[in-house]
């Protein structure tokens, strides 16, 4: 049902007032997770200011750890709806546990799904079977078939408002946190009728590297693209060496922006 081959015109999914896969670039911003209300309205405000209207932030943190920080879990989807409206903005937060999408829905507007559970079939069918966008990550080992075998679990289900996540993969190259498959773009977007989405912050790990992939994404045909962005990344509680400060933010936004309209 995802192919391109069923259904030849492009999807688009409607988030906020923006609509995702119309041809212009859309922007996802936001901490890598939900630290308090304070952390969260500080970055809401500044994509606010931009005209933004897509809020990230993870409270069910799927760490490679479990002595590290496990995010907020259900009070942290709360102070995301809280500060979503206040700011008008739409929030999007990863669920882990399908058990916990019920509850989810009713404080978030899309529903991610992480690398690590891409091929986590129950989650997959979960967020299938609910009325609201998933936004679903490429795995870290996935192939592009695999990848979307898993948005073929969702739409099964009912649900076809999908939009596709490149977020790099894991490759002998240490360089970068993953390697930006970045012609997993142009060849999701022939498979298939989804949107498609690159996320630059965890595919490179890298700050230094935000902006040109960004480039390099929005060039090569992605329709959107996530970053992390963080008031003070130095103390946050997870990936600080890539979350961008709010002055990064606004260099990153401009640059990306130069000549663009926003719609
Ligand atoms: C995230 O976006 O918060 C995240 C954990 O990303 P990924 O699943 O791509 O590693
Ligand atoms: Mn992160």
Same mark, same amino acid.
């Given at each position: 049902?995802?192919?391109?081959?069923?259904?030849?015109e492009?999807?688009i999914?409607?988030?906020?007032?923006e609509?995702?896969?119309?041809?212009?670039?859309?922007?996802?911003?936001?901490?890598c997770a939900?630290?308090?209300?304070?952390?969260v309205?500080?970055?809401?405000?500044?994509?606010?200011?931009?005209?933004?209207?897509l809020?990230?932030?993870?409270?069910?943190?799927?760490?490679?750890?479990?002595?590290?920080?496990?995010?907020?879990?259900m009070?942290?989807?709360?102070?995301?709806?809280?500060?979503?409206?206040?700011?008008?903005? @739409?929030? +999007?937060? %990863?669920?882990? &546990?399908? /058990?916990?999408?019920?509850?989810?829905?009713?404080?978030? !507007?899309? $529903?991610?799904?992480?690398?690590?559970n891409?091929?986590?079939?129950?989650?997959?069918?979960?967020?299938?079977?609910?009325?609201?966008p998933?936004?679903?990550?490429?795995?870290?080992? @996935?192939t +592009?078939? %695999?990848?979307? &075998?898993? /948005?073929?679990?969702?739409?099964?289900?009912?649900?076809? !408002?999908? $939009?596709?996540?490149?977020?790099g993969?894991?490759?002998?190259?240490?360089?970068?946190?993953n390697?930006?498959?970045?012609?997993?773009?142009?060849i999701?977007?022939q498979?298939?009728?989804l949107?498609?989405?690159?996320?630059?912050?965890?595919?490179?790990?890298?700050?230094?590297?935000?902006?040109?992939?960004?480039k390099?994404?929005?060039?090569?045909?992605?329709?959107?693209?996530m970053?992390?962005?963080?008031?003070?990344?130095?103390?946050?509680?997870?990936?600080?060496?890539?979350?961008?400060?709010?002055?990064?933010?606004?260099?990153?936004?401009?640059?990306?922006?130069?000549?663009r309209?926003?719609?």
């Amino acid at each position: 049902l995802v192919s391109r081959k069923k259904k030849p015109e492009d999807t688009i999914v409607n988030i906020n007032g923006e609509a995702i896969g119309d041809g212009n670039p859309h922007f996802v911003f936001g901490p890598c997770a939900v630290e308090s209300y304070e952390q969260v309205a500080e970055v809401a405000k500044a994509v606010k200011a931009k005209g933004l209207k897509l809020l990230r932030g993870g409270a069910f943190k799927p760490r490679t750890s479990p002595y590290d920080f496990q995010g907020l879990g259900m009070e942290g989807l709360k102070i995301l709806k809280k500060v979503a409206d206040e700011y008008g903005l @739409a929030v +999007i937060s %990863e669920i882990v &546990n399908p /058990a916990d999408i019920e509850q989810a829905v009713e404080y978030i !507007d899309v $529903i991610q799904i992480g690398a690590r559970n891409m091929q986590n079939f129950e989650l997959l069918k979960a967020a299938g079977a609910v009325k609201k966008p998933v936004l679903l990550k490429r795995g870290l080992s @996935a192939t +592009i078939e %695999e990848f979307i &075998n898993a /948005a073929e679990y969702i739409i099964s289900q009912g649900n076809g !408002d999908i $939009i596709l996540c490149e977020r790099g993969i894991r490759t002998y190259e240490k360089a970068t946190r993953n390697t930006l498959d970045i012609s997993a773009v142009p060849i999701l977007k022939q498979e298939t009728h989804l949107p498609v989405f690159v996320d630059v912050t965890h595919s490179t790990g890298r700050r230094d590297l935000l902006l040109p992939t960004a480039k390099a994404a929005l060039a090569i045909g992605a329709d959107g693209v996530m970053a992390e962005v963080h008031p003070d990344p130095a103390v946050a509680l997870s990936d600080s060496a890539q979350q961008m400060d709010l002055d990064q933010f606004d260099t990153f936004y401009n640059e990306v922006f130069k000549g663009r309209t926003i719609t």
